[in-house]
């Protein structure tokens, strides 16, 4: 049982990394779209999921990212090696709006972390070395689609890895005992605000990663597209749609969401409803699995053996 | 000479806003005692064990364990130095299993244990506890008198040279009740401090070596548990002022 998903994931990670061999590059594009998804869900669901500190502010480590890579790649420096430190720049910048959020609990902290992410969004729009609100180009050069795809697609590997290991891990039982009571963690002598420091960090790294790959993809960034609030929902939704604290249901939910969008966007009339859609999921799966998806199919499994046994009713007696 | 107190607090003070739960508390613990700290309802106990922890912060006083100063520091700081608490209302980590929950004091508490070691500890102190068979049961499906012990185990986990139990034995029925104080008496045995909230009057006077008695905040007496419990003004604290009751 507990080695299905691995076997799965293998097989779903070596797919995904040889998928330029036989894939033209539209549906090629779809997956970079779905890896990218991959990553910003899993990332989230480390802080989020397993430690339960809903944040809606990581369009702020998106950007930080992204523009990082496009202002040193402006100074001629390759865009690539540009990634590490828009990693560390955004797991600094987690560290320090976390030290002051992480004093807030529940909807206080993700109220402030709203606000974060609009006064990064604010800031980008009027300074002027990120170019104000028209935002910036990458300079011009050879690019490579399919090295930028293989990237995103081995970051999306690497970032569910890093989550299925902390979720195994000390550190990730300890994220679960914040998540589940922090006072009753804190009398067992684990210290809550660096834990949720930690994660908030390796998180934020993780998610700039992706939005410097972003930024290389797409050549042009502005506060308009790496710091929307409507990212910072959508990597929220995902998750909770797949199944928030597992390792699997960000990846289910980033998959069912971006195939969605990706349906959406390409019918016209569909264009603008597609945050009413995301909402009525999200609702449902509030309502009927908080679980998420990954819920649904445990409920499926455990309901499939039972089955073949007597009637339920013989079953509840015994 | 008396052996130098483990934990020491002078002018503990505590203020909510306008009500004061603790007033200028003085004590000693000495190693290996076992303290019992009694007294009526909203007489400042909870408040006192959660000061003393780090839990909440005093309004003033000192309070110095295994002679250095913890006043001021934050839970898990203190924890870290061997001074652990349960909880009245047991808090489980409802959606882990009674293993994992016990690992994390094991993990993070004064022991700072890592892998094979810690679940060594985790193993041991599950055998204690006889919590043994639910190991990999999930906390939420136990029934109130294991996550009683559930709520002891985990501190015992963590390693602490002063356990503070806040009312282990309320809710247990007589037989669980025995087992509970040979439970306490063998922490004790096992080079554990132990201080006690009790409100089974009985128990406390059958396993601890000194009372404390809190009313509305102040320490009204302390000592031997039959001398304390024989005390005119504690008698009073408990059944109240009207001497016609007599």
Known sequence: MKRLPLAAGTALAAWTLAAPLFLERGTLNDVWNLAFAVILASAWNILGGFAGQVSLGYSAFLGIGAYTTVLLSLKGINPFWTLPLGAVLAALFSVVIGLPAFRLRGPYFTIATIGVGEAVRVVASSVSFTGGSSGLRMPAGAFDFTLNYEAMAALAIVTVGIAALVRKSAFGRALAAIKQDIDAAESLGVDSTRFKLGAHALSAALVALAGSLYAINFQYIAPGSVFDFRLSLAIVLAPIVGGVGTVAGPVLGAIVFSTLQIKLLSVPALRDSYLFIYGGLLILVMLYEPKGLVGLARRLVARARRTPAPPPEAARAA | ?246
């Open chain 2, 1 to 246: 000479m008396p052996p130098e107190p483990l934990l020491s607090v002078r002018g503990l003070t505590k203020r909510f806003g306008g009500l004061t739960a603790l007033d200028d508390v003085s004590f000693d613990v000495a190693p290996g005692e076992i303290y019992g700290v009694i007294g009526p309802n909203g007489a400042g106990k909870t408040t006192l064990f959660s000061c003393l922890v780090g839990a909440l912060a005093p309004t003033a006083g000192e309070i110095h364990f295994q002679g250095r100063r913890i006043g001021g520091l934050a839970n898990h700081a203190v924890v870290r130095r061997g001074l652990v608490r349960t909880h009245q209302i047991v808090r489980p980590f409802r959606d882990m299993t009674v293993d994992d929950n016990v690992s994390i004091g094991a993990h993070f508490g004064a022991g700072k244990r890592r892998g094979t070691d810690a679940r060594r500890r985790t193993a041991e102190v599950l055998d204690r506890t006889g919590l043994s068979s639910r190991a990999r049961d999930l906390a939420g499906t136990l029934p109130i008198g294991d996550l009683k012990r559930l709520e002891i185990a985990r501190a015992l986990a963590a390693e602490p040279a002063c356990l503070c139990l806040d009312e282990v034995m309320g809710g247990l029925n007589p037989s669980e009740i025995v087992a509970a104080m040979s439970l306490v008496r063998s922490i004790r045995d096992a080079g554990v401090t132990v201080l006690m909230i009790e409100h089974h009057v009985h128990a406390v006077a059958g396993v601890t070596d000194r009372i404390l008695v809190l009313n509305f905040g102040e320490k009204i007496a302390e000592g031997p548990p039959h001398d304390v419990l024989a005390d005119p003004a504690v008698i009073s604290a408990y059944i109240g002022d009207e001497e016609a009751a007599s």
